[in-house]
């Protein structure tokens, strides 16, 4: 999986690539992990190139949240496709993310 | 049906206790009334003892008393001289109180008449003694010594007086006097005063036991309510009159109820004393930490009292460590500091606002602003200081400015141009019909170049805003292909730059807004006619399949730097590259682009290498067949 990282002001958009599923879930966890540290929580997830979930990738986006959610934050979704949604939205999960049109409506978001 | 009536224990419980005491006094009572028995038991049994020692001393006084007179009257049977026999009976008798004294010769058990009375201590009247027989026959057993028989306080004694050669006489002893048990007075009133002194003292000791006990019971009756569930201080409390005791039970249950209200504040305040979790906080610690703003409450020696979840990601803690630390040790910015420590020792009691920048290069520079205010007026030993991370804020306020800069700088450049190209035609209305179609030109180059500027200014503005909207149509892509070689051609003849189109045989159907494709398109084209030096070549090469026309706009031009080819889309951004700083331009038009793609599902994306030129692709979804 490919994971691309960049700012864009303040901001880290951190931009995977392909199934968040497996082993590449456990990848995207701790490159997460890493930006949540640095970034004090400025970031977004850009899910426009995100092809689908599977139960290992969901966790890994609600370990995310939880640990937002300490410090009375939400993890920003952009992008994400109507596959992605849909699992969202049938786990219930949906509720624990804001959900941006694009990156940079997310990255505004800060503003 | 018969009224319910309580259990005979309740009964009788109710009947030996006031109301407010409790079994316990009742146990007390029971035992004064036990230590009440003991003591008139340990008096008779005292008394009754003193009455039979009482009788028998005056069984040995009168066993003593005969012996004497039995050796006595021995001497005086053997000699025949009575006369003072009878007169030390008499005397005797008289001296022991001895109701009835004598001596009498033969069987005292046999008939009076057969019985020749020698001596008596009160003879009858008129009674005159037989003289001494030389022998008379045996009475008592001489080798037995003593006979006594008593019945009720009557004593009898009978003594044998063997007189050799002659035979043996009876000395009988007869007393009846009364011991009663309560017949010595001295014996009586000790056992009385002591009795006395033992009532006092178990009075004094049942009423202090009394109070004592009723003061545990109502502990323990307030131990059962508190077990049943009871919370109220005045449900639990005691009566303080009931003693020592109940005044610190009082007490006890005051603590608690202090300990219990600061636990409840510091739970709330989400604090974590005596260890406890902070996560069986209350509810508004679960709303502090639902705060994206860090919430910090320090006391007058800046320690940290309540940091809520933000406010321990701002100072890079942990959540759970964070409180009872030392401020100083986790925000360094002595501004920031100084402020806090003016306002938690009561220097100032205004709301103080200090910005302080951290972080560093790799990871990006953080600007946190705390606003620094005492808790209440009135208390000048605490401070809360909420943080907020403006660094976006900052980011956005300082690319203002600097658009308002460069924006300031481009546009008085075309209207300085038009200015000065106004004044010239109306200083000099009769110019030459070439020069006056020349400045028209140059006016009317600038004025569409304004346009165009406040026009990427209100596609910003609108972006911003969330309002830009797309008038939808069935776009011809061929016609606007035509237009944009006929835009750039001078300007791209004018830089000696190869301006080229790869156009497909067929197009595609596309729904779109016709101005703001063609918009993107021009921000595309223009910029790689700007940026690529004279000599040059720029290729729009359209290619399309059954989902997404692609349309690349390649040019052999300056090139990005890789790490500033994410940046180029960012609003007002312009690449740090030294050839440029003489090009126009206000940073939008990419930004403002890509938006305009995004909004129609497409995306524009950069492949670039420095010296060697950039390609921009821009991709719309094609309209299905």
Same mark, same amino acid.
């Given at each position: 999986?490919?994971?691309?990282?960049?700012?864009?002001?303040?901001?880290?958009?951190?931009?995977?690539?392909?199934?968040?599923?497996?082993?590449?879930?456990?990848?995207?966890?701790?490159?997460?992990?890493?930006?949540?540290?640095?970034?004090?929580?400025?970031?977004?997830?850009?899910?426009?190139?995100?092809?689908?979930?599977?139960?290992?990738?969901?966790?890994?986006?609600?370990?995310?949240?939880?640990?937002?959610?300490?410090?009375?934050?939400?993890?920003?979704?952009?992008?994400?496709?109507?596959?992605?949604?849909?699992?969202?939205?049938?786990?219930?999960?949906?509720?624990?993310?804001?959900?941006?049109?694009?990156?940079?409506?997310?990255?505004?978001?800060?503003? | 049906?018969?009224?319910?009536?309580?259990?005979?224990?309740?009964?009788?419980?109710?009947?030996?206790?006031?109301?407010?005491?409790?079994?316990?006094?009742?146990?007390?009572?029971?035992?004064?009334?036990?230590?009440?028995?003991?003591?008139?038991?340990?008096?008779?049994?005292?008394?009754?003892?003193?009455?039979?020692?009482?009788?028998?001393?005056?069984?040995?006084?009168?066993?003593?008393?005969?012996?004497?007179?039995?050796?006595?009257?021995?001497?005086?049977?053997?000699?025949?001289?009575?006369?003072?026999?009878?007169?030390?009976?008499?005397?005797?008798?008289?001296?022991?109180?001895?109701?009835?004294?004598?001596?009498?010769?033969?069987?005292?058990?046999?008939?009076?008449?057969?019985?020749?009375?020698?001596?008596?201590?009160?003879?009858?009247?008129?009674?005159?003694?037989?003289?001494?027989?030389?022998?008379?026959?045996?009475?008592?057993?001489?080798?037995?010594?003593?006979?006594?028989?008593?019945?009720?306080?009557?004593?009898?004694?009978?003594?044998?007086?063997?007189?050799?050669?002659?035979?043996?006489?009876?000395?009988?002893?007869?007393?009846?006097?009364?011991?009663?048990?309560?017949?010595?007075?001295?014996?009586?009133?000790?056992?009385?005063?002591?009795?006395?002194?033992?009532?006092?003292?178990?009075?004094?000791?049942?009423?202090?036991?009394?109070?004592?006990?009723?003061?545990?019971?109502?502990?323990?009756?307030?131990?059962?309510?508190?077990?049943?569930?009871?919370?109220?201080?005045?449900?639990?409390?005691?009566?303080?009159?009931?003693?020592?005791?109940?005044?610190?039970?009082?007490?006890?249950?005051?603590?608690?109820?202090?300990?219990?209200?600061?636990? !409840?504040?510091?739970? &709330? $305040?989400?604090?974590?004393? %005596?260890?406890?979790?902070?996560? *069986? +906080?209350?509810? /508004?610690? =679960? #709303?502090?930490?639902?705060?994206?703003?860090?919430?910090?409450?320090?006391?007058?020696?800046?320690?940290?009292?309540? !940091?809520?979840?933000? &406010? $321990?990601?701002?100072?890079? %803690?942990?959540?759970?460590?964070? *409180? +009872?630390?030392? /401020?100083? =040790? #986790?925000?360094?910015?002595?501004?920031?500091?100084?402020?806090?420590?003016?306002?938690?020792?009561?220097?100032?009691?205004?709301?103080?606002?200090?910005?302080?920048?951290?972080?560093?290069?790799?990871?990006?520079?953080?600007?946190?602003?705390?606003?620094?205010?005492?808790?209440?007026?009135?208390?000048?030993?605490?401070?809360?200081?909420?943080?907020?991370?403006?660094?976006?804020?900052?980011?956005?306020?300082?690319?203002?400015?600097?658009?308002?800069?460069?924006?300031?700088?481009?546009?008085?450049?075309?209207?300085?141009?038009?200015?000065?190209?106004?004044?010239?035609?109306?200083?000099?209305?009769?110019?030459?019909?070439?020069?006056?179609?020349?400045?028209?030109?140059?006016?009317?180059?600038?004025?569409?170049?304004?346009?165009?500027?406040?026009?990427?200014?209100?596609?910003?503005?609108?972006?911003?805003?969330?309002?830009?909207?797309?008038?939808?149509?069935?776009?011809?892509?061929?016609?606007?292909?035509?237009?944009?070689?006929?835009?750039?051609?001078?300007?791209?003849?004018?830089?000696?730059?190869?301006?080229?189109?790869?156009?497909?045989?067929?197009?595609?159907?596309?729904?779109?807004?016709?101005?703001?494709?063609?918009?993107?398109?021009?921000?595309?084209?223009?910029?790689?006619?700007?940026?690529?030096?004279?000599?040059?070549?720029?290729?729009?090469?359209?290619?399309?399949?059954?989902?997404?026309?692609?349309?690349?706009?390649?040019?052999?031009?300056?090139?990005?730097?890789?790490?500033?080819?994410?940046?180029?889309?960012?609003?007002?951004?312009?690449?740090?590259?030294?050839?440029?700083?003489?090009?126009?331009?206000?940073?939008?038009?990419?930004?403002?682009?890509?938006?305009?793609?995004?909004?129609?599902?497409?995306?524009?994306?950069?492949?670039?290498?420095?010296?060697?030129?950039?390609?921009?692709?821009?991709?719309?979804?094609?309209?299905?067949?």
């Amino acid at each position: 999986m490919d994971i691309l990282e960049q700012r864009q002001g303040a901001v880290t958009v951190i931009k995977p690539s392909g199934p968040l599923v497996g082993t590449d879930a456990d990848e995207f966890q701790q490159r997460l992990a890493g930006v949540i540290d640095r970034s004090l929580g400025r970031f977004v997830i850009d899910a426009a190139e995100l092809a689908y979930v599977d139960s290992r990738g969901l966790e890994v986006l609600k370990a995310a949240s939880d640990v937002l959610a300490q410090s009375g934050q939400a993890v920003r979704l952009a992008s994400a496709n109507e596959t992605v949604r849909e699992v969202l939205d049938l786990t219930d999960l949906a509720r624990c993310f804001e959900h941006y049109q694009d990156v940079s409506a997310a990255v505004r978001s800060f503003l | 049906m018969p009224p319910d009536r309580p259990p005979i224990k309740a009964r009788l419980a109710s009947c030996l206790l006031s109301p407010g005491e409790s079994v316990v006094a009742a146990l007390g009572l029971g035992g004064a009334i036990l230590m009440m028995t003991a003591i008139a038991a340990s008096g008779w049994w005292t008394l009754h003892t003193n009455q039979e020692s009482r009788r028998d001393a005056r069984q040995l006084e009168l066993r003593t008393v005969a012996e004497l007179l039995a050796e006595n009257a021995r001497s005086a049977l053997g000699s025949g001289e009575l006369s003072n026999l009878r007169t030390l009976i008499t005397a005797v008798a008289a001296r022991h109180e001895i109701e009835h004294l004598s001596l009498a010769l033969g069987d005292p058990a046999a008939s009076q008449p057969d019985r020749l009375v020698i001596a008596d201590a009160n003879p009858k009247p008129g009674t005159r003694y037989a003289p001494l027989p030389d022998a008379w026959p045996s009475g008592l057993d001489p080798e037995q010594l003593t006979v006594l028989t008593r019945a009720g306080d009557t004593v009898q004694l009978d003594a044998p007086v063997p007189v050799p050669g002659k035979g043996v006489a009876a000395l009988s002893l007869r007393d009846s006097r009364a011991f009663p048990l309560l017949g010595q007075w001295e014996v009586v009133a000790g056992i009385g005063a002591i009795g006395v002194a033992g009532m006092a003292a178990l009075l004094a000791g049942y009423r202090a036991a009394r109070s004592r006990f009723r003061a545990l019971g109502a502990i323990r009756d307030a131990l059962a309510a508190l077990a049943a569930g009871e919370k109220e201080h005045a449900a639990l409390s005691v009566c303080p009159d009931f003693g020592k005791e109940a005044r610190e039970w009082n007490r006890l249950l005051e603590e608690v109820s202090t300990l219990r209200s600061r636990l !409840a504040i510091d739970r &709330a $305040a989400g604090g974590s004393s %005596a260890g406890t979790n902070r996560r *069986q +906080g209350g509810d /508004l610690n =679960s #709303l502090c930490d639902g705060l994206w703003q860090g919430l910090v409450l320090v006391d007058d020696q800046l320690q940290i009292r309540y !940091a809520n979840g933000a &406010a $321990a990601v701002f100072l890079r %803690a942990k959540r759970d460590d964070v *409180q +009872g630390k030392h /401020l100083p =040790s #986790l925000v360094t910015d002595p501004a920031t500091l100084e402020a806090v420590r003016a306002v938690a020792t009561g220097q100032t009691r205004s709301r103080t606002v200090v910005e302080s920048e951290v972080g560093d290069p790799e990871n990006g520079r953080t600007v946190l602003r705390f606003s620094v205010r005492p808790v209440r007026k009135d208390d000048s030993a605490t401070a809360i200081l909420v943080i907020e991370d403006v660094t976006q804020q900052r980011l956005a306020d300082e690319a203002r400015q600097a658009f308002v800069a460069t924006a300031t700088h481009e546009l008085r450049t075309p209207l300085t141009n038009v200015r000065l190209y106004v004044d010239t035609l109306l200083e000099d209305p009769q110019q030459d019909p070439r020069a006056r179609a020349d400045a028209m030109n140059v006016i009317s180059t600038e004025v569409r170049r304004l346009e165009r500027m406040v026009g990427d200014m209100l596609s910003v503005a609108q972006i911003e805003a969330g309002q830009i909207k797309l008038h939808r149509g069935e776009i011809s892509l061929q016609p606007i292909f035509d237009e944009l070689g006929h835009d750039f051609a001078k300007q791209a003849a004018d830089k000696d730059i190869t301006l080229k189109f790869d156009l497909p045989p067929k197009w595609p159907q596309v729904d779109g807004d016709r101005d703001k494709v063609v918009m993107a398109l021009h921000n595309l084209v223009g910029n790689a006619v700007k940026y690529t030096p004279a000599g040059g070549q720029v290729l729009v090469r359209v290619s399309a399949d059954a989902q997404t026309l692609t349309i690349d706009v390649a040019d052999n031009g300056i090139g990005i730097k890789p790490d500033e080819q994410p940046m180029v889309f960012e609003k007002f951004y312009r690449a740090k590259d030294r050839r440029i700083a003489g090009v126009a331009g206000t940073g939008l038009g990419l930004s403002i682009a890509r938006e305009v793609v995004r909004l129609h599902g497409g995306d524009i994306t950069v492949q670039s290498e420095i010296d060697k030129g950039s390609t921009f692709t821009m991709t719309l979804p094609a309209k299905a067949a």
